[in-house]
């Protein structure tokens, strides 16, 4: 087997970048491996073509697309403040070792796999969590100091990990533990290939990957760490739950005898309150008024079919008045700051989808919550009653 020395880096360190280059210089490796995939690695190389504004809208996984922007924004905005490129120190890795003719191995997993596992891993609380977190440091960036030598050092990053477990254990577990465990993997096969192999790591992943190449038989199966995450679908769960909770509260109302304008009023507060937070939340996303409007109109039924949602409505309507173009997405990744960022049309596009599905969300849980006191009556013997009236009924059918 061949020796593996592994350097951990920060993403956006001009340090990094020296050190890295003195490693190669120092150890000779004949193989340098780097945490890139082949599509980052592409993007790193600028050999990557754009994908198209309808595949975006077609595969309609906006909110997690957003998450993914906006993480890459506040990486870059650090990156700018000590005036390096994100990713840099694994560019001048490349670059010095083709430079040098020594090959290059990409041992990352594959940035989709792993957006989706860390998207579907996650519970309902740590995305609101994540939501929060990412909301505070998209408002407070500019304010803060960053040393990001600081960031590398052992103790620091045992730190950072533990904090980031307690906040999202699941996200934890698909970001980093089973990237080290992947990384040890491609490393370890590496290894048999290679006499001399100069790993160049965020430090994140340092001492996890060491671990693992230390004591190959704890590695997880690989299988594990590349397959699709097998979730509940709470969303069509949830959306098929609301469904049955609306038709038996009409059915309810009509059958307790309470009078035709209370049933009336369930339904135009049912489109109301739908209506109005969807639009209200697509227009605190700078969309365009005629993207609220659609999304006003269809939310009231999208709200009780759970395989289809406002957002993607707003979305398109949006994409039809802003025309985003398939630039846009080198864009996104150029911005310097959150409002220029705002004015890029795909963007526009993606958070008009996801606020006006939260808005959506959101009526549906003030619709339920709220409804009884808006109506002036009182549920228990509304549904007493409605039940009563409904099972006279049905005995009379069959009496």
Not at 262 to 268: D, E, F, H, P
Request: overall charge negative; some cysteine; hydrophobic content about 50%.
């Amino acid at each position: 087997m061949g020796e593996i020395r592994i350097i951990g880096t920060a993403h956006v360190s001009a340090k990094s970048i020296e050190e890295v280059k003195e490693a190669i210089e120092d150890f000779q490796p004949d193989l340098v491996a780097v945490e890139l995939d082949r599509g980052r690695y592409a993007a790193l190389k600028r050999q990557i073509a754009d994908p198209s504004v309808s595949e975006v809208l077609e595969a309609k996984n906006f909110t997690q697309l957003l998450v993914q922007w906006i993480l890459a924004y506040l990486q870059r905005k650090v990156g700018l403040d000590v005036g390096v490129e994100p990713g840099a120190e694994m560019k001048a890795a490349v670059e010095d070792a083709e430079s040098r003719g020594i090959s290059v191995g990409l041992i990352d997993r594959d940035i989709r796999i792993t957006l989706r596992r860390f998207w579907r891993s996650l519970s309902l609380l740590e995305k609101f969590r994540m939501f929060y977190a990412l909301a505070v440091s998209v408002a407070t960036i500019d304010e803060e100091e960053i040393d990001v030598e600081a960031l590398k050092q052992q103790d620091m990053i045992t730190l950072a990990l533990q904090e980031f477990r307690k906040f999202s254990p699941n996200g934890a577990r698909a970001l980093i533990d089973e990237r080290d465990a992947y990384l040890a993997y491609q490393l370890h096969d590496l290894s048999g290939q290679h006499q001399r192999i100069l790993a160049v790591l965020g430090a994140g992943h340092v001492q996890g990957v060491k671990g693992f190449l230390a004591a190959p038989q704890t590695l997880p199966p690989i299988e594990s760490l590349t397959a699709d995450v097998k979730t509940r679908p709470w969303g069509l769960i949830f959306g098929i739950g609301v469904t049955c909770l609306f038709i038996f509260l009409l059915t309810a109302i009509a059958f307790s005898g309470v009078g035709i304008d209370i049933l009336v009023s369930a339904l135009i507060y049912w489109v109301m309150i739908h209506g109005v937070l969807t639009a209200a939340f697509t227009l605190v996303a700078r969309g365009h008024p005629i993207s609220a409007l659609a999304g006003f109109g269809v939310s009231w039924m999208t709200a009780l079919n759970p395989l289809i949602a406002a957002g993607w409505f707003a979305a398109l309507v949006e994409a039809k008045i802003r025309k985003p173009a398939p630039s846009d997405f080198r864009k996104i990744f150029e911005t310097e700051s959150f409002g220029e960022m705002m004015h890029i049309p795909l963007f526009r596009v993606v958070l008009v989808a996801a606020l006006a599905n939260l808005g959506s969300t959101l009526g549906t849980i003030i619709y339920f919550v709220f409804i009884f006191p808006v109506l002036g009556i009182d549920p228990g013997v509304l549904f007493a009653q409605g039940l009563s009236n409904m099972w006279a009924f049905i005995q009379g059918l069959f009496s």
